[in-house]
């Protein structure tokens, strides 16, 4: 009889053992990760620099953590919907890369975490309360692109001395290029440069564009940053050659794309915060007690092949400034 009990409480032991194990496999299933995305897919790198440096955490996809990926394929209308089903999906955070996609992911939930970045003002867009305390479900890392703006057109100025007036290439259904617009008119006067504004939101009109600059008599043209000019940066810098207008991008990109140069945030920079504050937020920091960073690091990229195809001398005192140089 001894025996008998003692294999019957062997036994419920060992399946209350297994029963442990399996409790704690469930307990250990993967953390989803929704990316709401608007470039296209193939076109955006921003998954891919995020992955690499979240692989640096510990954390692998398809292991310890999966990602979704919904992209709106530039089409900004798609956004709500596309953040809707990633809140139904049940994502543990929501990752937004552009000023749309963050206001899209903040309509959809209040709970669900969400980390941004990008070179919008999120207090100004009332994602947040403040940068030091960002209140609520949102955080991220700022790029400042409304500050940068101004630095591109000194920039602009400094390699064309007698530079009178720019052209200003923005996005006006992108929030986040609508204010580093009007953040460049201070800038500009203080710089004695007069700005021609052109509204660009779909691609059939960027060639009208560049000719509306030229006939504007503008000697130069800025771009500012959007996910829309990000997925035709080619394009842009084809047409800035072909218009012999030196052009300043916000990202290295359009530079490697042929663009005569760019001035940025350090985009590895912000995707180690943003991996870093992914973690944190697993691990059960708030993102309300996650305060908004901004970049330490600013990157000056220049085009020599560039600027000799336009007829462009880069001078010294600008070009030993550059971080890189593509001769």
């Not at 692989?55 to 996809?61: A, C, H, K, P």
């Not at 940068?131 to 700022?142: I, K, Y």
């Not at 800038?187 to 021609?196: D, I, N, S, T, V």
């Not at 940066?233 to 490697?256: C, H, N, T, W, Y």
Request: aromatic share 8%; with cysteine; hydrophobic share 45%.
């Amino acid at each position: 009889m001894s025996r008998k009990i003692s294999c019957f409480a062997l036994c419920a032991l060992l399946f209350a053992l297994c029963v442990s194990a399996e409790a704690q496999q469930q307990s250990k299933a993967p953390n989803k990760l929704g990316w709401l995305g608007i470039r296209p897919a193939a076109s955006d790198p921003g998954p891919k620099e995020f992955g690499r440096e979240f692989r640096t955490l510990g954390y692998v996809d398809g292991k310890n953590i999966l990602f979704e990926y919904r992209s709106a394929d530039d089409k900004l209308e798609r956004l709500p919907a596309l953040a809707d089903e990633l809140v139904r999906l049940k994502v543990d955070v929501l990752l937004a890369g552009t000023t749309p996609a963050a206001v899209a992911a903040k309509n959809a939930t209040r709970t669900i975490p969400i980390v941004f970045y990008g070179g919008f003002d999120p207090v100004a867009l009332g994602l947040v309360d403040s940068l030091a305390r960002p209140g609520g479900n949102v955080t991220g890392f700022t790029a400042i692109a409304v500050a940068l703006a101004g630095k591109r057109l000194e920039l602009l100025k400094e390699i064309i001395p007698k530079l009178s007036r720019i052209t200003v290439l923005w996005d006006p259904q992108n929030p986040g290029s609508a204010q580093q617009w009007k953040e460049s008119q201070l800038p500009a006067r203080e710089l004695g440069l007069q700005l021609h504004s052109i509204e660009v939101s779909s691609v059939d009109k960027f060639e009208a564009a560049f000719k509306e600059a030229t006939k504007a008599r503008s000697a130069a043209i800025a771009v500012m940053a959007s996910p829309f000019f990000y997925s035709n940066q080619k394009q842009l810098a084809d047409l800035a050659i072909k218009s012999q207008l030196p052009a300043i991008f916000p990202r290295e990109e359009f530079v490697a794309a042929g663009g005569l140069m760019s001035y940025g945030s350090d985009r590895t920079e912000s995707f180690k915060r943003i991996a870093v504050f992914v973690d944190k937020i697993l691990k059960g920091t708030k993102p309300a007690d996650i305060p908004v960073e901004q970049p330490t690091k600013f990157e000056l990229v220049i085009n020599l092949r560039t600027a000799k195809q336009i007829g462009v001398t880069i001078p010294p005192n600008v070009l030993s400034r550059a971080d890189k140089v593509i001769k």
